[in-house]
Structures are given as structure tokens and as C-alpha cells.
């Protein structure tokens, strides 16, 4: 007995079994059932902000998958994924009707373009984040984790944070330069 059969108001992630799915290879499978997994956990413990957020996955050099604007987390399927190219362009609208929020791209778009070795790029405003990065000196060496966090030297894990000052909704082009040029080669954050 399956479990949406216990529970008709859970939503199957992997929802790209007989036709749905025939038309991808199992490498575009894996990397939608692997996404819509991620924006699940994410939905799960609370990271997500509406629809104002975005979890972006690199599946080829010219592809990326993106939700579509309007679903919710818990809502979103491997099926209901966005294929688009770097320009937003939709190349496969899935199983939605829905498009792709441009802001979150604009931003998402400049961030793949800058870091070629980034495969995920996953955007959230948890109130904790956001209200250290609302402060003036921003995150302080306090505990061992900020102090990793910010360690830039070569030998980091993190890479270190990096910051960009808000310009508001993502919505002019001319901003990509700069989130580019603030992520930098290294970082793995940026607020």
C-alpha cells in the first residue's frame, strides 16, 4: 500500500513514472526527483518564505531547473520543475502552467554565470539570516561557527561570507555585475 494512498493529501515528489517521464533521460530524472526533494526538506523545516524564494540546480552548461512561480514547497513535484537557459528563457514547462519568477532568475542567473563550479544555488530568508545581515557589522566572530564562517583563507571549508548591499527586488540587469563581483570566487554565502 502506498503511502499517498494512506494520505491522499501528500503530493508524490517522483511523479515522472510511465508517459510523464519518458521523456527524459535518467540523468534529467535524477536531478528533478533530486530538486523537488530539496525544496521539500526545505518547505519541511521551515526555510522557505511563500513564493519568494528559489532553489535553482545547473543540470547541463546551457540548462537549469527552477520552481515555478506560484507553488508552494510542499506543492512542487519533479514534473511541476522549470527547465529554463541562462536568460530565463523557458526551454520545458514541465507539468505547470505556471512561468518562472524573473527577479528570482535575474539574481539566481547572475550568481551560475559568476560560479561555474556551483551546481545548487538555494536562496532563503530565514529571520535569523536576515536580521544578521540587517546589521551594520553584519556577522561577528561570537562562536566557532561564525569564525569558520567568515574564515577566507585558503584553507576554509566555507570560502567565507560575503555581503551585497540590498537594492531592493532583483529587477535591473545592471545589479548581476555586482552580485557577481560580491560572491566572488570562493564563498559559499552571501547576504
Request: glycine fraction near 8%; proline fraction near 3%.
Amino acid at each position: 500500500q502506498s503511502e499517498t494512498s494512506v494520505n491522499p493529501n501528500i503530493i508524490q515528489i517522483n511523479d515522472l513514472r510511465g508517459e510523464g517521464g519518458s521523456g527524459y533521460t535518467s540523468e534529467q530524472k535524477l536531478a528533478r526527483c533530486q530538486l523537488a526533494a530539496l525544496y521539500r526538506l526545505t518547505d519541511l523545516h521551515g526555510w522557505n518564505s511563500q513564493v519568494y524564494n528559489h532553489i535553482t540546480v545547473r543540470t547541463s552548461k546551457d540548462s537549469y531547473l527552477i520552481n515555478p512561480f506560484g507553488l508552494l514547497y510542499h506543492e512542487i513535484t519533479a514534473s511541476s520543475l522549470v527547465e529554463i537557459d541562462i536568460e530565463g528563457e523557458v526551454l520545458d514547462s514541465g507539468s505547470s502552467i505556471l512561468g518562472v519568477n524573473k527577479p528570482g532568475w535575474l539574481l539566481h542567473s547572475a550568481l551560475h554565470r559568476a560560479r561555474e563550479d556551483v551546481t545548487c544555488i538555494l536562496h532563503c530568508h530565514q529571520l535569523d539570516v536576515v536580521a544578521v545581515a540587517s546589521t551594520r557589522r553584519g556577522l561577528l566572530p561570537v562562536c566557532p561557527e561564525a569564525v569558520e564562517l567568515l574564515d577566507t583563507s585558503a584553507t576554509s571549508i566555507s570560502g567565507g561570507v560575503t555581503y551585497h548591499d540590498y537594492w531592493g527586488i532583483t529587477c535591473n540587469p545592471a545589479e548581476q555585475e555586482s552580485v557577481a563581483a560580491d560572491i566572488g570566487s570562493r564563498s559559499k554565502m552571501l547576504f
